[in-house]
C-alpha cells in the first residue's frame, strides 16, 4: 500500500477532468454505495472504479488497494453476519450464533459499500495534482486557501509519514527489535513507543513545511492568486451525466 | 547587501545566547560560505539573515540585521522573502507540492507575479537549476540531489537578490553536492544573485566561494577572502574545523621553513607550491 495517495502523472482522460468533476465523480461514486440496498449497483461501482483506474493507468495501483480492502472487507463481513437475527437461518453455531440469509446480504453490502465507497477517494487523489484540488477548491466552491492548504497537506504528508514510520521501524529492527512478532497485542506494544520519535519529526517537519510556505508568501495569497485555470469540457459535461445516472439507479434500483 | 551590527540572539527557551556580537556585511554578488563546528550557530545566522528570526523563532533580540536596506525586525516575513530565498538543512520539509512544476508556482503565485511573467520565471527557475526535463515529475519520484536543485529552482523564480543555504548538501554524496555547488556558481556567476551557504564540506566550499566567514560558539572568529581565512590553519583547528588539507601541508611547510607563499586552496595550486619547494630544496 506505500505510495498510494501519490499523484501519477498522465494525459489520460480521468487526469483531464476538471478537479472539481473529479471530486463530484468521487463523491457521487461514494455516495452511491449507499443510497442503494442492491449488490450488483454496488458490484458495479467497484468495477466502474477499476475501469476508470484501468483507463488513468493506475489499475495496479488501484487493484492492490482493492485486495487491501478485501482483507478488511472480509473481516467486517465475519464480523457483521453474527449480529443480524432476522431473516431464514441457515447455519447454526454453537453459544447461541446462527448465520441468517438476511444477515448474508446485509453483510456483504456493508463489506462491499466499505471497498467501493473507499476506492474512488483512492483514484482521485491518485490522478489530481494537489495544487490542482486545493485551487479548484479556492475557486469554484470559495474555500479559504489556508484550509485546502491544510487539507491537501495533510494528505501529502501522509505517506511521508509512512516512510517516515518504516525508517523509525527499520532502525529498530538493526538494533534487535522484533517486530515480526506474530502476537497483535506484542506489535503494538513495540509500536507505541515510536510514536514519539514520529511524533517529533513529524512536528519538525511541518515546522519547516510552515515556514517555507511563510518565506514564499503563504499570507499574501488570495482567491485571485491561483495561476491555472480550470475550464469545463465535454468530458466534464459526460462525467456529470453519468453521475446523474448513477444517483437515478442508486435511488431507483 | 545585508548588514549585521552588534546582532545576539538567545532562543526563548534557552540561558545562553546562541549568536553573540555578529558583525558581518555581505555584498551585493558576494559568495560567502560559513563553517563552524556544530552548536556554533551557523543555522541560527541563517534564520536571522533571512527573517525567520525574530518572525518565527521567539526569543531575545539585540542590534540589527538589514537585508536590502530592510529592518528585519520592523518588516514582515513577506517583505523580507521579497529580497531573500531561504534553501533548509530538511529539504523534504521545505517542498510543498506534489510534482515540480507547482512547487516553483507556489511562490510565484503566492507573491502574486503577473499571469504573463510567471512561464518565464518557471523556465529559468528550472534551467538556472539544470532540472528543466524534470518539470512535470512528481517530487516523491526525485533523488536527493534533484529535490535539492528544485528547493533551490523554487526560490530562484522568485528572483531574490540573495539566497541563503543552510547545508544544502547535508545528505547528498559528493557528486551531487558538486552539482549544486556548481548550481549556485552560476546563479552567482550569470545571474549576479548574491549567495550565503553555511556548509561542512569545506574543500568544496573553499572551490567555489569567494569570502568565508568560520563561527565558533555564537561568534564570528574569522572572516575574510577564503585564501586568507584558510591561513588561520590553528586557529581553524582550535575551533573543531577541519582545514583541507592542502591548507594543512602548506601550514606544516610553513612552519618548517619550507615555504612562505600563499596558502593553496585546491590540488592545482598545491602542485605548485610543492614544486616551488622541491625547487628551492635542490638549490
Redesign the interface.
Known sequence: MR?FL????GDSVPHRLNPMTKLALAFVLCAACFMTKDHMLVGGVIVCNLCLAAMAGVFDRSARVFLSLLKLAFILFVMQVFFVRQGNVLLTLPKGFYITDEGISFSLLFAMRMIAAAMPLTLMLSIT???DLSNALVKFLHIPYKYTFVLT?AI?FI??FSDEMIGIMEAQTARGVEFDTRSFIKKVRLLLPLCVPLLISSV??????A????????????RD????TYGFGAIDAAAFVFCALLIYAALTV | MISIKNLEFRYGDSEDPALRDITLDVESGDFLGIIGPSGAGKSTLTYAM???IP??YKGDFYGSVEIGGLDTVQSS??A??RHV??V?Q?V????????VE?EI????????IP?EE?EERIEYALSSSGISDLR???I?SLSGGQKQKVAIA??TA?RPEVIVLDEPTGELDPQSSRRVFETLRELNHTYGVTVVIVEQKIMMLCEFARRMAVMEAGRIILEGPVREVLSHGERLEEAGVNIPRVAALSRRLREAGLYRGNTPIDLAEAETMMREVAADAAF
Open positions: 505510495g501519490d499523484y501519477v502523472s495534482r494537489m495544487s497537506t501529502r505517506p511521508l519538525r517537519r511541518i515546522e519547516t513545511g515556514i517555507s510556505a511563510e518565506l514564499r508568501g503563504f499570507n499574501l495569497r488570495t492568486s491561483g495561476y491555472k | 533571512s527573517g525567520v518572525h518565527h516575513p513577506e523580507i522573502a530565498g531561504s533548509f530538511d523534504e520539509g521545505q517542498l510543498l507540492a506534489s510534482v507547482d508556482l507556489f511562490g510565484l503565485e503566492n507573491f502574486g499571469r510567471i512535470c515529475r512528481t516523491a523554487s526560490i522568485l
